[in-house]
């Protein structure tokens, strides 16, 4: 199945894993990438620049496909050394990087000098706009379903990727809301040159994060998530446990985000991912958790969704010219 | 282009004119069902049941094909005569019911007794059971995006209409979200058997509304609607004007219904489509505005749509099975 952006990222499959913080590490990238997808490996996951040119070379002993890293440039108090891990991404030898967050603006010389393939993930056509007219290859338009920073606008997939489509001249993903066959060849059918999926990968086999985990995320319903951080306009789609809660609660009471720091520490979210305790911290996840209802192998993910996108596409095209229908 | 919709409800095409107050009248319904699609009827835009059978009949006059009536339930201090209205639909000739708001069950026997068939309209996986439980025929499953009541729960179509399908046995629609064929591939790819379009209808020639409005659609982007009444667990989206804007506000700062009433009464939505003042007062619009962009006839939304779907499907299909892709 090709499309734009499998011909720009060099891969098989028009299937990305998206970067996901404690979650993105080399076998699940290397698995995807072998699988001919695209792996994205999350660079702050990694406790320093050298580090992740370590994790890049974990991965590339598992496979010679293409795998990308993903950098999120988020505000912060004690923001970690940005400038150092774009030349750590740059060293790595991938040749695609994944940003979020911020505008990539201030590293796009750097990156396209050194021939890296940049996707910029954003969640408004006005900042995918912007994010073209800086020089970016591919956009990721994150739905309002997504997990993690949905932005404020709250516009889903279903109407933001066909406004994307109608605004972008650059190839884009379909970011939020993905997890098989079905909604790859919905964002096909609107527009998109393919998806981007993380729910979906952080349950899987090679993902190296707490079986716990995993079995929630089966088990979870659409239902199951939280938004917390509304009030400080810096909304995040969070597994709904009770810390998540409280958060909203106290948020919701007014409070300040010095009242919440502590419940939202990364720290206590690794140590969902490390030691499996549900509610030891805040934890991202999407609603697409409600169709996940497996564990199976990242390579196994990758295959199913284009496997299961191709017969739709087949059956629905030949149903539209059969006047004996579906 | 057939699925287990057309052939239920005895149409042409797999699109459905969404019920939609002060917009659902018989000039739109007929120009909807004439090509090949279902329109739909608003009884509660009708001052009375005998109005409702006379609109019933201003629509028989153009067109002999399948028309649908809906019945909107909601919570009321004086709610409208409601099972005077339910026999109104029966005497009127109408196939189709489309019920919305309370569970349909009270009037199930009646309905069915009168060989109606019932599509009822609900926005979770869990309401759409108990309506298949009760005997409905077909469920209209609303996603966050919809105009009007979105439910509380916020699960977009992109997750809700392949929940929808993992659960439900009966054939369902998938409404809020869609204007044009990407919309209509996408939700049969999804595994709904056809799209019900609410704000695109709105915006067609023969929608009996203030031409300010239509073009207020047209010019109005993804971002421009409101969420009201989320204190009071009744959710509502509407377009943003500076009615909604106060209403918010007001709920925000911890205002009851009653602080609101006069700023939400029906009779000054009214006065937004009668006489064009897009201030007046509240109305009902969806996100998927930002993809409309002009005012065509009814007839050739219908068309378009279907064409364009089916383009989309044939190029996918080819494009899944060539290896020189899209």
């Known amino acids: 199945m090709r499309t734009r952006v499998t011909e720009l990222l060099g891969i098989e499959h028009p299937v990305v894993q998206g970067g996901m913080m404690w979650v993105g590490r080399a076998p699940l990238a290397a698995a995807v990438s072998e699988a001919g997808g695209l792996g994205i490996i999350t660079a702050l996951t990694q406790p320093t620049p050298a580090d992740l040119v370590a994790e890049v070379g974990r991965a590339r002993a598992l496979t010679d496909k293409p795998l990308g890293v993903n950098l999120t440039i988020l505000p912060s108090i004690n923001p970690p050394p940005y400038a150092d891990y774009v030349r750590a991404v740059v060293d790595s030898g991938v040749t695609v990087i994944e940003t979020a967050g911020a505008n990539p603006e201030p590293f796009m010389e750097q990156l396209k000098g050194a021939g890296l393939t940049v996707i910029h993930k954003c969640t408004s056509v006005r900042h995918a706009l912007k994010a073209e007219r800086v020089g970016v290859d591919v956009v990721s338009i994150d739905g309002f379903e997504c997990a993690g920073h949905p932005g404020e606008d709250d516009v889903p997939g279903l109407v933001l990727i066909p406004a994307a489509g109608d605004a972008l001249t650059i190839p884009f993903l ?32 090679e993902s190296e994060i707490a079986d716990s985990v995993k079995q929630a995320i089966v088990e979870a319903s ?52 490390e030691e499996g305790d549900l509610d030891a911290g805040i934890w991202s996840v999407g609603q697409v958790q409600g169709l996940i209802r497996d564990v199976p192998t990242a390579g196994e993910v990758v295959r199913r969704t284009v496997r299961q996108a191709e017969e739709i596409l087949d059956r629905l095209s030949l149903s539209a010219r059969d006047p004996q229908g579906v």
């Open 222 to 273: 659409e239902t199951d998530t939280e938004l917390i951080f509304r009030p400080l306009r810096n909304t995040a789609r969070v597994a709904s446990n009770v810390v998540s809660r409280e958060v909203v609660r106290i948020l919701e009471e007014g409070g300040e985000f010095a009242d919440v720091r502590e419940l939202v520490a990364g720290a206590r979210g690794r140590r969902v991912f």
């Open 174 to 205: 379909a970011s939020g809301g993905f997890a098989d066959g079905r909604g790859l060849a919905a964002a096909l059918a609107l527009g998109a040159d393919g998806v981007n999926m993380g729910t979906r990968f952080m349950c899987t086999v």
